[in-house]
């Protein structure tokens, strides 16, 4: 080293970027980026990223599965707002993520993830554990890297983390050679991150705002239909005020069910299969729907053809690629929903609206009627699982984050929380991926560390990750899971007993005691408790709520022949929805 060197660069003149290693400057683009948590699992082809991590304030997570990793970095980023980042071996420690990408994917949850890959020299040769992640990744990433040389990793995390989390938010993923990880080079943090040709669409156009504020004016029966772009858009109070301002009755989708608060007179609930019949009824009589952050989905809209036959529509979203998809927009406005409806607030106080109380009249008839807060605690001798879940929401209460599996007990745990604060809500949606719950619950603990935080999971969605239990209790993560064990797949066994003669072929899961969920549970270090009465119940949940050194499983032994109503059959008509078992609604024109 000259002496030069050791006074340092002259006055005036920038100092040299430090040399780096490949791996070095991975974990330094991360700190420079904000991250303060990850989920991963080391491996071979990521190994060299681990040593620098090793004396990083960036926080690592060691989950059991890369599948959980990733689900752990989704409900982070849903309990926050931030971007989850997880990390992982090439080969099958990347092909392990696939399914939480695909599931961030579908839900617009951003989410940054980092593989590792075999030598640049060994590409395409089926080297050991190569695996091409970009290629498999394409369809279900926002943008995928594949990156061989030292001196563009920071270039590419930090385009990676701005991509997932800009625009409509998505997964994005960094694979990268391990040669280059062990490489060096100076490291150079780009300033501003540019990305040509990639310009999400933030601010509406006015035109179209006045547009979308002339047709409500006229509509007599107008319906606001909001999806999971107000969560990500964070538009609450913007969507709060446009209610109050208008009157209009709101339906909200299943990850939108807490972007206005259940409780409100005009939240009518939740519209698609297993929604409320007031939300469908709406939707079907409507003549115009105002879709803000949401996207006609199957689910939502049963047989397209027949969906909302006399409405128009204003469909407001920040993806340009999502307007008129499945149903064509009289009024599209692209741009962040935040700022669209506080335009449409502004454009709508100097216009004169119609008196909506003979619609409001008509939607309230029909929660009124069909409406059945009679809960039965127990049949056949066993707990009801709606029951369950509705004590749950009561004393945990609305301030606690909720996160589901996937199944029976999500439709009910949507229709019997009680959604009232933004952002405390997850679950796979789009995807519908069993296994979700347990590693998102406990992405979104770490994310909200002084928050209650429940999972509501069934028993096959559980059995499918319940490793993850082992994390949260080796790192301090004291989540509460509650196990709605009616010993069966339970949704499948549903559609069976509905639609296949009640054959139930492979849908019996014996879990009455194979796993004893309550052994199981102590054995991956968490306590371990048990209901089987309604007494039992109240008991069990307020044990749960004082215990925050651990994690905790409470399993509830349940009815397996109870079923989740109202319920639209796939490719039906709305206008078909059942209320129980060969019973529809009796439909009645609005006054």
């Given amino acids: 080293m000259t002496a030069n060197e050791l006074q340092g660069p002259e006055p005036g003149q920038p100092a040299a970027p430090p040399v780096l290693t490949g791996a070095q400057a991975l974990v330094r683009a991360l700190e420079d980026l904000g991250v303060d948590v990850m989920f991963g699992i080391p491996g071979g082809g990521i190994l060299p990223a681990y040593d620098p991590l090793y004396d990083s304030k960036v926080r690592h997570i060691l989950m059991r599965h890369e599948q959980g990793a990733g689900h752990a970095a989704e409900g982070y980023a849903m309990s926050t707002g931030k971007v989850g980042v997880c990390m992982a071996t090439s080969g099958p420690g990347a092909t392990n993520l696939v399914t939480a990408l695909g599931d961030a994917y579908m839900d617009s949850v951003p989410v940054l993830a980092i593989t590792g890959q075999v030598a640049s020299t060994s590409i395409g040769t089926d080297?050991?554990?190569?695996?091409d992640i970009r290629g498999i990744t394409f369809p279900i990433t926002k943008h995928s890297f594949l990156i061989t040389k030292v001196e563009d990793i920071p270039g590419a995390i930090a385009a990676g983390y701005v991509i997932a989390k800009s625009g409509r938010p998505g997964p994005v993923l960094v694979d990268i050679a391990k040669d280059a990880l062990n490489a060096s080079a100076p490291y150079v943090f780009p300033e501003k991150v540019q990305l040509p040709g990639y310009k999400p669409t933030v601010k509406p156009n006015n035109r179209q705002l006045k547009q979308a504020a002339?047709?409500?004016?006229?509509?007599?029966?107008p319906v606001l239909y909001v999806g999971g772009g107000a969560v990500k858009s964070k538009a609450y109070a913007e969507l709060a005020e446009l209610v109050r301002l208008t009157?209009?009755?709101?339906?909200?989708?299943?990850?939108?069910?807490?972007?206005?608060?259940?409780?409100?007179?005009?939240?009518?609930?939740?519209?698609?299969?297993?929604?409320?019949?007031?939300?469908?009824?709406?939707l079907q009589r409507a003549d115009l729907i105002v879709a803000l952050g949401a996207r006609f989905d199957d689910r939502v809209t049963g047989k397209l053809s027949s969906f909302a036959p006399l409405a128009k529509v204003i469909h407001a979203d920040i993806d340009p690629a999502e307007i008129s998809k499945n149903r064509v927009a009289d009024c599209p406005i692209v741009g962040d929903l935040k700022l669209i409806i506080a335009g449409l607030v502004e454009v709508l106080r100097e216009t004169e609206l119609r008196d909506l109380s003979g619609w409001i009249r008509y939607l309230d008839t029909l929660r009124e009627r069909y409406t059945d807060d009679s809960l039965e605690p127990m049949k056949d001798g066993l707990l009801q699982p709606d029951y369950v879940i509705h004590r749950i929401g009561e004393l945990v209460g609305p301030d606690a984050y909720f996160g589901t599996g996937v199944g029976q007990h999500q439709m009910w745990a949507a229709q019997y929380l009680p959604h009232e604060q933004p952002g405390h809500w997850f679950c796979s949606g789009g995807a519908g991926t069993m296994g979700y719950c347990v590693p998102a619950v406990v992405g979104a603990k770490v994310g909200q560390p002084d928050a209650q935080v429940w999972g509501i999971d069934g028993d096959g969605s559980f059995q499918m990750t319940d490793q993850e239990l082992v994390t949260a209790a080796l790192e301090g993560i004291p989540v509460k899971i509650a196990v709605i064990n009616n010993q069966v797949l339970g949704m499948v066994r549903q559609w069976q007993t509905l639609f296949y003669g009640e054959r139930y072929s492979n849908t019996n899961l014996h879990s009455t005691r194979v796993p004893d969920f309550v052994k199981l549970a102590e054995a991956m270090g968490a306590v371990g408790l048990r209901a089987e009465t309604p007494e039992q119940v109240d008991e069990v949940i307020k044990q749960a709520i004082e215990i925050n050194d651990r994690p905790v499983v409470i399993e509830f032994v349940v009815n397996k022949d109870a079923m989740v109503w109202p319920m639209v059959a796939a490719g039906t008509s709305n206008d078909d929805i059942m209320i129980a078992r060969d019973m529809a609604p009796e439909w009645e024109q609005e006054d």
Avoid: W
């Fill in 127 to 131: 080297a050991f554990q190569e695996a």
């Fill in 214 to 221: 002339a047709m409500i004016a006229e509509a007599e029966r």
């Fill in 247 to 282: 009157g209009i009755p709101v339906v909200t989708t299943l990850p939108a069910l807490n972007a206005f608060p259940a409780s409100d007179p005009l939240n009518y609930g939740m519209p698609g299969m297993h929604g409320t019949v007031a939300a469908v009824g709406a």
